[in-house]
């Protein structure tokens, strides 16, 4: 079988590299500058073993191969860039007798759970991938794959579930390539399993792995509460769904000891995909596929999911706006979960990765009220012991800059709310705002 790898970044180079050294055949696609670097040096592929050059065929896109009935596509590109890539390819020629959607396996690898469906709607066969695979792409040409003895497990499967003759061979050719790829007939529930884990994504390229010890556990209880919170929704949505995921402790299980992450050249790997994203400032971020997948079940079956919203929304600005990792810390992202008034700006005198924190409203804080009360509190009213004006809360003005989030008076600016986390558990403090016994919904 020949693999046609779509989008040849640091998912897919790895796997096409991996398949390439394991004497199969393999055309590469990619765009701009990646795609001259490969078809003028080939594929430069550096793993801690050495580095390799691969002369690797590279094209455009599909109007640059004449595809043939032993083709399998392999779709690697991010999800948000996956939309419109099985149209494309859906409808060429195959050995001029049919159509590749008629003729030819599909496999989806990505992060989330979304791309086997925009497959399905074109291709015939469809086959879904859970990728745990350790790679870098920042440099035009350049893959760093991390992942040792092999390079990453790409478990794999039917969409939407069962197994068949073709994916068995396509397991065989990739284990014979240094990946590890397991047939799974219930391939979905371990992608579920890894969308919960690949919702820390966004908290990494805010807030950068170094503040959020994003490789273990983190050392800053806002970062953990972060964890905490993000994972919890997941959970939760995923619950009122229906909708079956694999256990951390069964994901650790299939990967065992065969896939390590080790340094290259004597550097360590410095970020995951969404992290990758922003630092070489592509314009896009997955967010809306891994985060906005979870805020999206939480809407369909009513579970509140404003942590995840607010990392959605937060990371697609920022890579909108091509900001650099690192840029937020926990605790600002926790204070703006729920209803986010803007983006932190920097200011034009401040210094790198230096931000001016606005002050939200207080429906900024109303997904953590509503954890604490259990009700909708944003439109409750209280009377300030201060100054004695009534107001809502979602009028105070909040902030997030200390180790909690206060809230203040929106006209005497005194403290009125204060929310902390002791030991992973969330508390409100209410300091001279009286709120009825029975606040119902206010006015």
């Known amino acids: 079988m020949r693999y046609i790898i779509i989008g040849a970044g640091g998912v897919g180079g790895t796997i096409g590299g991996c398949l390439f050294q394991g004497g199969h055949e393999v055309v590469l696609v990619a765009r701009g500058p990646h795609l001259d670097a490969l078809r003028a040096r080939g594929l430069r592929l550096a793993t801690p073993f050495g580095t390799s050059e691969l002369e690797i065929p590279a094209v455009g896109g599909p109007g640059e191969v004449s595809l043939r009935s032993d083709d399998v596509l392999i779709i690697a590109t991010k999800t948000q860039d996956v939309a419109g890539v099985p149209a494309d390819w859906a409808w060429q020629p195959v050995a001029g007798e049919t159509v590749a959607a008629d003729a030819l396996p599909v496999v989806c690898a990505q992060n989330g759970v979304a791309s086997e469906r925009f497959a399905l709607r074109c291709f015939r066969r469809v086959y879904a991938m859970y990728v745990w695979l350790p790679a870098t792409h920042l440099e035009p040409g350049t893959v760093q794959a991390q992942g040792t003895p092999l390079a990453g497990v790409l478990g794999v499967g039917r969409y939407p579930s069962g197994t068949d003759a073709a994916i068995e061979l396509i397991s065989a050719d990739l284990a014979a390539s240094r990946l590890l790829a397991p047939v799974a007939a219930d391939v979905m529930r371990w992608k579920y399993g890894k969308l919960l884990d690949n919702l820390n994504n966004a908290i990494e390229a805010l807030c950068g792995r170094a503040a959020t010890g994003f490789a273990g556990e983190p050392a800053a209880a806002d970062a953990a509460e972060l ?6 929704e997941g959970v939760a949505a995923l619950a009122a769904a229906g909708i079956a995921f694999a256990a951390p402790d069964e994901l650790a299980a299939v990967r065992g000891a065969s896939v ?48 995840n919203a607010g990392l959605q929304r937060l990371a697609n600005l920022a890579a909108r706006e091509r900001r650099t990792p690192g840029f937020m810390t926990p605790g600002q992202v926790l204070a703006a979960a729920g209803h986010l008034r803007d983006i932190p700006r920097r200011t034009a005198s401040a210094r790198p990765r230096e931000v001016l924190m606005e002050a939200l409203d207080g429906n900024a804080i109303g997904g953590q009220l509503f954890e604490v009360f259990g009700r909708e509190m944003t439109a409750v009213s209280g009377t300030c012991g201060h100054c004695g ?19 203040r008076c929106p006209s005497c600016g005194e403290v009125v709310l204060v929310l902390t986390s002791i030991r992973g558990e969330l508390r409100a403090t209410v300091r001279q705002f009286a709120i009825p016994d029975d606040p119902g919904t206010g006015s």
């Open 389 to 407: 004006s009534v107001s809502r809360i979602a009028e105070l003005r909040v902030y997030a800059s200390g180790p909690g989030t206060v809230g």
């Open 227 to 232: 964890y905490r919170r993000t994972r919890g």
């Open 260 to 307: 390590r992450i080790e340094r290259i050249d004597g550097a360590a790997r410095t970020g995951g995909s969404s992290w990758q994203s922003l630092t070489r400032g592509t314009g896009t971020i997955e967010a809306d596929f891994l985060n906005g997948e979870v805020a999206l079940l939480g809407r369909e079956h009513g579970v509140p999911t404003p942590v």
